[in-house]
């Protein structure tokens, strides 16, 4: 067993992994390194770019002031704006219109009553099951139309990554649901009240990176470098390798090939790739802004309006490939609610194909804990947990933070 270990290494720098140098510093960590297989840190966070503009694939969104990721990338230098945090959705009516639900990105969905069940399990089916049918119902087509998969094989984690969470349950009265929402923790985790309706100000600003995420990458490299981190760029590492050295390890890469370390077959994905569509455009209302479509209807279940370089950019993430004539219609009527005639589309700048995000599975998550328990077993504690099980990176900050004070608590840390 390796005495004392005093070096961390960390695989991986994308978010998570420039979190975890910073947290380890923090800690009193000094011999810091960090391994990113790419020639920049970013990872898979990093957008793609051209002539300058980011083209991201999905929203680049951190916490107020105070937000402890966001604190925590402030007190080495990086530095954010504040923007109000503006959505919409469209949801499916009874009689299938299409409910126009402003300053609120979840579901909006009409029923009796707000009586809910508690969940048996930990699928996403069984989340699905605590609410009433008429709830139930819609949300489980609009899963099924979004993923193409059994939703009793994927974990209930991944309703935060698919922005049904929380339900705004229309047609009960707004001052019953607050109540029950006061009384029932239940109620208050299953369901939400728009700001718009309730005045409540705690979630009207989010943090935007200055210069972009590519700045905020290339921010954080120097701030590394300032706190003495050695980064290896262009580094690929195998587990064991990592391992052998007798150093604290946090791996923040993907943890698939950590199973095979840990004597497990890696768990199967599911759920369709995603299409994603790139247009610059002008649009007057206020950006960023995230729009997402429940209707289960057309191609396009999510947009996101974003500024890069003082260029207004429009995301489209659709469920099925769409003609770009098709497509461009499909926006204009989901966003018709949203300022929508103030949007006008210019040149398509990316297109591609790629997995769904955020969408963990039973199997997935069981093996993940199975294979966190028997490396940790294997090498101790300084084999840290990441976090990857954790839906936030707020929470995998605290997973990490913990895993590293445990381990340069430990007197033996690391199997050599």
């Known amino acids: 067993m390796a005495q004392s270990s005093t070096k961390v290494r960390i695989v991986g720098g994308g978010l998570t992994g420039v979190l975890a140098a910073l947290q380890a510093h923090s800690l009193g960590w000094r011999e810091i390194e960090l391994h990113e297989r790419f020639g920049e840190l970013g990872g898979t966070d990093l957008p793609r770019r051209d002539h300058g503009l980011e083209l991201c694939c999905r929203p680049h969104r951190f916490g107020a002031p105070g937000d402890p990721v966001r604190a925590l990338l402030e007190a080495h230098g990086l530095a954010f704006e504040d923007a109000e945090n503006r959505a ?3 949801s499916p009516t009874p009689c299938g219109d299409m409910a126009v639900t402003h300053d609120f990105s979840g579901p909006a969905l009409r029923t009796r009553q707000i009586a809910l ?3 048996t399990g930990d699928s996403l089916a069984d989340r699905l099951r605590a609410y009433p049918s008429d709830i139930a119902q819609p949300l489980t087509r609009y899963l099924q139309w979004r993923l193409g998969a059994w939703l009793d094989e994927v974990h209930a984690a991944a309703a935060v990554g698919l922005g049904v969470d929380q339900v705004f349950p229309t047609g009960v009265d707004v001052a019953d649901l607050a109540l029950a929402r006061r009384a029932c923790p239940l109620h208050a985790e299953l369901y939400a009240i728009p700001r718009t309706l309730c005045g409540r100000l705690d979630d009207t600003v989010v943090g935007v990176p200055t210069g972009g995420v590519s700045g905020l990458f290339v ?4 701030a590394l470098e300032r706190l003495g981190v050695s980064i290896k760029l262009n580094s690929l590492v195998s587990p064991g390798q990592a391992l052998a050295a007798g150093d604290a390890l946090v791996w923040t890469a993907d943890p698939t090939p950590l199973f095979a370390l840990a004597g497990l077959e890696a ?3 599911v759920g369709k790739s995603l299409a994603t569509h790139v247009f610059k455009a002008r649009y007057a209302g206020p950006v960023p802004f995230l729009l997402r479509n429940f209707t289960a209807q057309g191609a396009v279940c999510e947009i996101h309006l974003y500024e890069s370089r003082g260029q207004v950019l429009l995301t489209a993430r659709c469920v099925t490939e769409a003609s770009d004539a098709d497509l461009r219609r499909e926006i204009h009527r989901l966003m018709s609610s949203f300022g929508g005639a103030s949007l006008s589309l210019g040149e398509q700048m990316l297109s591609m194909v790629g997995p769904q995000e955020s969408c963990p599975t039973i199997d997935g998550a069981r093996k993940l804990k199975a294979m966190w328990i028997g490396l940790q077993r294997r090498f101790g504690a300084g084999f840290v947990d990441a976090g990857w099980a954790c839906a936030h990176a707020g929470e995998r900050l605290d997973s990490i933070a913990t895993g ?9 840390t690391v199997a050599a």
Do not use: F, N
């Open 117 to 119: 069940s508690a969940p």
């Open 88 to 90: 919409g959705s469209v």
């Open 404 to 412: 590293l004070s445990q381990a340069r608590e430990t007197p033996e």
């Open 267 to 269: 768990p199967r994905q």
């Open 219 to 222: 921010g954080a490299y120097r």
